[in-house]
């Protein structure tokens, strides 16, 4: 099916379109591309927003949890009043008053092996905005399986981390982060810091869709508010992983 711009995304999008080697087929590749975002809380807030205003033409949320008083240091997508709601809802409205002309759909399902595909199957890239490591290893398992790229990011303290998963050619999340466990009772976070780490999730996202760039599947960014510095650390693939392993 042909897609083209209409004249007021023209106008939307014309600082990104004016980019070099952007163009308007750049972002037409971008209206035509499905994009999940799974978890809509730190990190899902600029992403999902990002991801929005530059075009991206389907966006699927997917967050069963509600919000609370105390999510809105860092999950900006939320205001007070939207207290005790559907983050992924909520977050679905706000991302369709920002941009009219994009798709928004949202699922409240907590993601298992029965469901998942169902709700994010098909998708160009999937991104990891979660919180918790058990969701992290089955989108993982998923998307090497699908063959469909997974932006991780996570972030704790000060501090935080992003990759990208490009099944066959890095490392998956099993190979970086195998035996990691879940922090009990939540953990501390400065709001600033899953903006920074959302935000290059989503420039991730962008990249991986126009094709412009290196995406970062053989290195890991790490971000440390406390010096505000940035770290790539090395990251290879394990092949005898139990996920993507050739064995």
């Known amino acids: 099916m042909d897609v083209s711009l ?11 379109i004016r980019i070099q080697n952007w163009g ?13 975002v799974i978890g809509v809380g730190g990190l899902g807030s600029p992403i999902s927003i990002y991801l929005a205003a530059a075009g991206v033409g389907k966006i699927i949320l997917v967050d069963s949890e509600k919000f609370e008083l105390s999510n809105l240091n860092r999950q900006i997508i939320a205001s007070t009043c939207d ?24 699922n409240t399902a907590l993601l298992d092996e029965n469901n998942i595909n169902g709700i994010i199957g098909g998708c160009d890239v999937i991104v990891d905005a979660l919180d918790n490591w058990g969701t992290r290893f089955l989108l993982n398992r998923f998307c090497v399986s699908k063959n469909i790229p997974l932006v991780h990011g996570g972030v704790t303290g ?50 991986l869709l ?20 940035f770290e790539y650390v090395d990251i290879k693939r394990n092949l005898k992983c139990e996920v993507c392993g050739e064995g």
């Open 83 to 106: 207290l005790n709601r559907f983050k992924a809802e909520a977050a679905a409205e706000k991302l369709k008053k920002l941009n009219p002309e994009i798709n928004v759909v949202y």
């Open 210 to 229: 126009t094709g412009l760039g290196k995406p970062l599947y053989d290195k890991m960014l790490v971000f440390d508010g406390l010096e505000t510095s």
């Open 6 to 16: 209409s004249d007021s995304e023209k106008i939307r999008y014309d600082r990104q």
């Open 158 to 207: 000060w501090g935080g981390q992003t990759f990208t998963v490009l099944p066959r050619r890095g490392p998956c999340l099993e190979c970086v982060f195998k035996g990691v466990g879940e922090v009990e009772g939540g953990f501390p976070v400065v709001g600033v810091t899953p903006g920074i780490i959302g935000l290059i999730e989503a420039l991730e996202v962008i990249k």
């Open 24 to 36: 308007l087929e750049k972002q037409i590749k971008l209206k035509k591309s499905k994009v999940a």
